[in-house]
C-alpha cells in the first residue's frame, strides 16, 4: 500500500530538503530587497540627470536591470553565470570555466603538496618529541601572518629566479592548507589509548606495525576531516595568489578585471564559481572518504 499524501508531507517536512529551500527563499527575497535598497539611489539620480520623471514602479524595475549596480540581483548574476558557462566556448577567455580549470590547476597542486607537507609533519611530530616542542609553535605562529601580506612576497621572491605560473600559486595553497592537516594528523595519530599500545607491545610489535595497524587507521576520520578544511583553503590561496601578479587566467584575474571595470555582476558571478567549485571538492574529499571507509569495513551511520 501507497503512504497517504499527508504521510509524504509529513516525512519531507521531517527531512532536509524543505527547510533548506525556506532558508535559500528567504535568502533570496532578502537579497532582491537589498539590491533595490542599494540600487534606488543610482537609478533616481541617473533619471534626474537625463531629465526623466519615471514613475516608482519604473525605478523599481530599473534597479534590478542595471548595467553596473552596487549589488546585483540574484537573476542577474544568474543571466552572467549561463552567459559565461554555457552559452561560451570552454576555450575562451570569456569562460567561467576556463578560468575556473586555471585555478583548479594550482589548487590541486597546491593540496597534494600541502597535504604531503602536512602528513609528514605530523608523522614527525608524533614519533619525535623534540620536534612536538620545537616545530609546534612555529607551525601554529605560521597562520597568523595574513595571507595577503605574504603572497606577494613568494611571488616577488620565486619571479626573481624564474619560477612562474602554476606554481608559486601552489605554493601559497600549500602554505595555506598544510596546518589543518598536520593539526588533524596529530591528533588523529595520538588518539589511540594507552591501552590499545600497551596490547600492541604485548603482541611485540615494532613501531612501524604499531603505525600501520593502529595509528594511522585510527587517524583517517581526523585526516579527512583536516582535508576537507584543506582543499577550501588551498581553493582560497590559488585565488589570492592571483591577485598580486595580474593574472590574465583563472578566477582571481576575473575578479580583478571586474574590480578594475567596475563590472560587478562579473564580480558576482565569479565568486559564485568560487563557491561551486570549493563545494565540489569538497565533495569530492568526502567520496573518497566513504571509499576508504567501505574499504577498511567502517559502516556509516
Not at 151 to 165: D, F, K, Q
Not at 259 to 286: C, D, K, P, R
Request: aromatic share 8%.
Amino acid at each position: 500500500m501507497r503512504p497517504a499524501p499527508s504521510r509524504k508531507a509529513a516525512r519531507l517536512w521531517q527531512g532536509s530538503a524543505v527547510p533548506v529551500l525556506t532558508v535559500i527563499l528567504v535568502i533570496v527575497a532578502l537579497w532582491y530587497a537589498a539590491a533595490v535598497a542599494m540600487n534606488w539611489q543610482g537609478v533616481s539620480d541617473a533619471f534626474a540627470r537625463a531629465g526623466e520623471q519615471r514613475s516608482t514602479s519604473e525605478i523599481f524595475l530599473a534597479t534590478l536591470e542595471q548595467e553596473r549596480p552596487m549589488l546585483p540581483a540574484p537573476h542577474q548574476i544568474l543571466v552572467e553565470l549561463k552567459k559565461t558557462v554555457i552559452d561560451t566556448p570552454i576555450t575562451s577567455r570569456r569562460s567561467l570555466l576556463f578560468h575556473a580549470w586555471v585555478t583548479l590547476s594550482s589548487t590541486l597542486l597546491g593540496f597534494a603538496l600541502g597535504s604531503l607537507l602536512g602528513i609528514v609533519l605530523a608523522v614527525l611530530i608524533v614519533h619525535v618529541k623534540t620536534l612536538e616542542r620545537s616545530l609546534m609553535p612555529w607551525i601554529i605562529s605560521s597562520q597568523t601572518i595574513p595571507i595577503l601580506a605574504i603572497a606577494p612576497i613568494i611571488i616577488v621572491v620565486l619571479g626573481s629566479i624564474g619560477i612562474t605560473g602554476l606554481f608559486p600559486k601552489a605554493i601559497i595553497s600549500a602554505y595555506l592548507c598544510f596546518f589543518p592537516i598536520t593539526i588533524s594528523m596529530v591528533k588523529g595519530l595520538t588518539s589511540p589509548d594507552l591501552l590499545q599500545r600497551d596490547l600492541m607491545r604485548t603482541y611485540s610489535a615494532s613501531s612501524a606495525q604499531v603505525f600501520w595497524k593502529l595509528r594511522l587507521p585510527a587517524s583517517l576520520s581526523y585526516l579527512f576531516a583536516g582535508l576537507k578544511v584543506a582543499i577550501a583553503i588551498s581553493l582560497v590561496g590559488a585565488i589570492v595568489g592571483e591577485l598580486p601578479t595580474g593574472a590574465q587566467a583563472g578566477l582571481g584575474a576575473r575578479l580583478l578585471a571586474g574590480s578594475y571595470y567596475g563590472q560587478t555582476i562579473q564580480i558576482w558571478a565569479a565568486l559564485f564559481a568560487a563557491a561551486a567549485l570549493a563545494s565540489i571538492l569538497v565533495a569530492a574529499v568526502g567520496l573518497a572518504e566513504r571509499l576508504v571507509n567501505r574499504r577498511m569495513g567502517v559502516r556509516s551511520a
